[in-house]
Each structure stands twice: as C-alpha cells, then as structure tokens.
C-alpha cells in the first residue's frame, strides 16, 4: 500500500466511531491533494459539530486556516501560543509561517540546518570508513 492510502485508512480507523475529541498528526502527510482537501474539510465540519479537534503539524498553512490556537514548539518547549491573529500581531506578520520563522528565529533554522548537515557528514564518514576496512 501507498503511504496516501496508510494514511487514510488510519483517518478512517481513528474517526469511525464518531468521537469528541480527535488528534491529527501531520494528516495531509502523503495524501493528494484531493485527499488532503477531503481531510481538511472534516476537520472543519468536526468543528463545526463542536469536536474538540487537536492538530498536530508542520503546515502552518493548514494549521492557519483550521486553528482557533496556535502553540509553537521550538525544541521541545512552547515558545509562543494563542489565537492566529495574536500571534500575526504580536509578530507583525501577515501569515503563520512567518510568524513561526519570526517567533522562532531565523538563527535557529541555521542551527538545524548545520546539525542536519553535520549528521550527513558523519554519516557519509561512517560508510566510507566501512568501505575502506573492505579493501584492507
């Protein structure tokens, strides 16, 4: 199976027997477009039916448009929460996404990115270390 048609079937296990409060994890995640079009229009109708729906996400996209508060989570800790327009306002930002960068700080985006290549050079020494015990 597609990682699309796991991610569905497990939507679907998870809501079937209609409860009050569902948790989404990254639910677009692997999904077509249509099909993550189909999913954001249930999370909206579960809050319009007064479900408590919980979203957990890297979208801000998504989150922007389906959120009534917003935690960010930078490094295991919130580090901002509130409505969507508190935290545009409070960033002076016209989208999540920026207020998320703003909030968080472009610094740390470096930060992961030089760990993120750190790791892959590690990586790449380990494999060529193996290699050349190979030829020895």
Do not use: Y
């Amino acid at each position: 199976f597609s990682t699309g048609m796991k991610q569905k079937v497990a939507i679907g296990r998870s809501i079937i027997h209609d409860p009050k409060v569902i948790m989404f994890d990254e639910p677009t995640a692997g999904l077509d477009v249509l099909a993550a079009q189909t999913v954001i229009e249930f999370m909206q109708q579960a809050r319009a039916m007064k479900k408590l729906v919980v979203l957990s996400t890297h979208d801000m996209f998504d989150a922007e448009k389906l959120c009534d508060r917003v935690a960010i989570m930078h490094r295991s800790a919130v580090v901002a929460a509130g409505t969507v327009k508190e935290l545009l306002t409070q960033t002076k930002q016209t989208n999540l996404e920026a207020a998320f960068t703003s909030i968080v700080g472009t610094e740390a985006m470096f930060e992961a990115q030089a760990a993120a290549e750190e790791k892959q050079l590690a990586m790449m020494n380990q494999k060529k270390k193996g290699l050349l015990s190979r030829w020895k």
